[in-house]
């Protein structure tokens, strides 16, 4: 079932994917208990590292602050649970290549206590200092933290507040089921904004096969006359922002700027519903929707987890592992990434576990040589060159690349999925792009390098200056000097006889 779209962009390239929805949407979000022990990462968007703020033996509640933000784009970081700090150390995280990061460890007591908590006010000021301190971020997948998104749009001017309800991927439906179940705090989330920006109007975007959660949402905001619903056709990668913000609003972000840059804020529906829940608890955020899903998990479905909480006790909640599973994945088929152990805890980032079956997936596939087809580029929804991209990336000619607009690929996996040679196009991206922040750094080290020693060579020359004008000074004032003595010594006395 599916709801008409209308008035809208065509999306360049893109995908129509198996949905794969109706394994998880189809039941209500069930609340996984609280484990035994909680292993809650320090490390947030950026790779930014919060700065703790327990110590081990400390007993915390839930809520309380035990890191808080170091850089910029910090945020502080809170206990999901009450119980006692075992232990403050590296653990592996879950993220591509499960790199280590400072973790706290929690032994929750199996109470629950939680801080007291007052609902912040409506004063800009303070409502966003509220949102920073609460830890919300946007739950779409990059968790970057909300109240400096807000505050960078203000410094430009926000026309247009925008909650994304777009699950292009396929097999994830947390958003699904929470607009469903909680469409007015959706709603007023987005009110919240519309307030803090003094934005002129709301959109609240939801994919054409969600009628459920279309009609939801409308039944509550409907009554508000800033706000619209637009419907997004189910083509992949139309839930991306700068891909929606071009569908709706027809406007491009230009490559390395911001929405903000065009008058527009965008935010998950989570991310709407966490400010409703702020504003009306003063709670902070502590948990999330998670899909839990694929052909390995006996009962697929969506589950709201305290942050730190193993995957391995999501798994049980959700009825344990079937003969079926092959692999474990957090996010979806494309953009996701796998895991090679459960005990990896749920973070803020984490909106999917895909289990899958023993189908054949994609980095199973025999690699051949690129055969200049095409197909990547007739499917980048960001309209690159994917072959040009791949050509240079193994050549690593950065200067180019930049040329060529790798920055801007938004790692979709697109191409990936048509290429006929099988090649990881995505991943070499990746991997480019890291390679060429590093040829940068160094660039930009080498210039800087240069920058001084051409500075202290400008020094020493100012300093051998200084010293040969001074030596000149002071031959010019013994020469002066010589001069008057001579001259002193020649000078007549003067005769006795001649005084009256």
């Not at 970081?77 to 460890?105: D, F, N, T, W």
């Not at 090649?423 to 922040?437: E, M, V, Y």
Request: negative net charge; glycine residues 10%; aromatic residues 4%.
């Amino acid at each position: 079932m599916s709801a008409p779209t209308e008035n809208l962009r065509s999306l360049p390239g893109g995908l129509r994917l198996p949905a794969n929805k109706r394994l998880s949407n189809g039941s209500e979000i069930i609340d996984v208990p609280v484990p035994k022990r909680l292993v809650v990462p320090l490390q947030q968007h950026s790779g930014e590292t919060s700065l703790v703020t327990v110590a081990v033996g400390d007993r915390v509640l839930h809520g309380s602050i035990i890191g808080e933000p170091e850089g910029a784009v910090g945020t502080y970081v809170h206990a999901p649970s009450s119980g006692r700090v075992a232990a403050i150390e590296q653990r592996p995280l879950p993220k591509r290549g499960e790199p280590l990061g400072l973790c706290v460890i929690i032994a929750a007591d199996g109470l629950d206590q939680s801080i007291e908590c007052t609902a912040p006010s409506n004063d800009r000021t303070a409502l966003l200092a509220a949102i920073h301190e609460a830890g919300i971020v946007g739950l779409g997948g990059a968790v970057y933290p909300a109240a400096q998104k807000i505050t960078q749009g203000l410094l430009s001017g926000i026309d247009t507040v925008m909650l994304n309800g777009v699950e292009c991927e396929s097999y994830i439906t947390c958003d699904d089921r929470l607009m469903r179940e909680q469409p007015a705090d959706v709603i007023r989330g987005l009110e919240i904004l519309l307030e803090l920006t003094d934005a002129r109007r709301g959109i609240v975007a939801v994919e054409s096969d969600k009628p459920e959660a279309w009609q939801a949402l409308r039944d509550v905001g409907n009554i508000d006359p800033r706000i619209e619903f637009v419907q997004i056709p189910a083509v992949y990668p139309s839930g991306a922002e700068d891909q929606l913000i071009y569908l709706v609003c027809g406007q491009e972000v230009p490559s390395g700027g911001l929405p903000g840059d065009l008058g527009i804020l965008v935010q998950n529906v989570g991310t709407g519903a966490a400010l409703s829940e702020l504003m009306e608890s003063g709670k902070s955020l502590t948990s999330r929707v998670v899909t839990v899903t694929g052909e390995g998990i006996e009962q697929p479905g969506n589950y709201r987890v305290r942050f730190g909480t193993p995957i391995a006790d999501v798994v049980a909640a959700a009825g344990g592992y079937n003969r079926n599973a092959h692999r474990l994945l957090v996010g979806g088929p494309m953009t996701g990434f796998a895991l090679t152990d459960d005990a990896l805890p749920v973070t803020k980032s984490c909106n999917c576990l895909l289990i899958t079956g023993p189908a054949v997936h994609l980095s199973d596939e025999p690699r051949r040589e690129c055969i200049r087809c095409g197909e990547c580029a007739a499917h980048c929804p960001v309209q690159l060159l994917p072959q040009s991209l791949y050509h240079y990336s193994s050549r690593n000619n950065h200067a180019v690349l930049d040329g060529l607009g790798l920055k801007d690929c938004i790692e979709c996996g697109c191409c990936d999925l048509v290429c006929p040679s099988h090649i990881p196009l995505t991943q070499i991206f990746r991997d480019a792009k890291h390679s060429g922040a590093v040829y940068s750094n160094a660039k930009q080290r080498a210039v800087r390098a240069e920058d001084r020693y051409r500075a202290h060579v400008a020094r020493a020359e100012g300093r051998d200056a200084a010293v040969a004008d001074a030596r000149e000074q002071k031959k010019r004032a013994a020469s002066a000097d010589a001069i008057a003595a001579i001259v002193k010594r020649r000078r007549p006395k003067p005769d006795d006889s001649d005084e009256i």
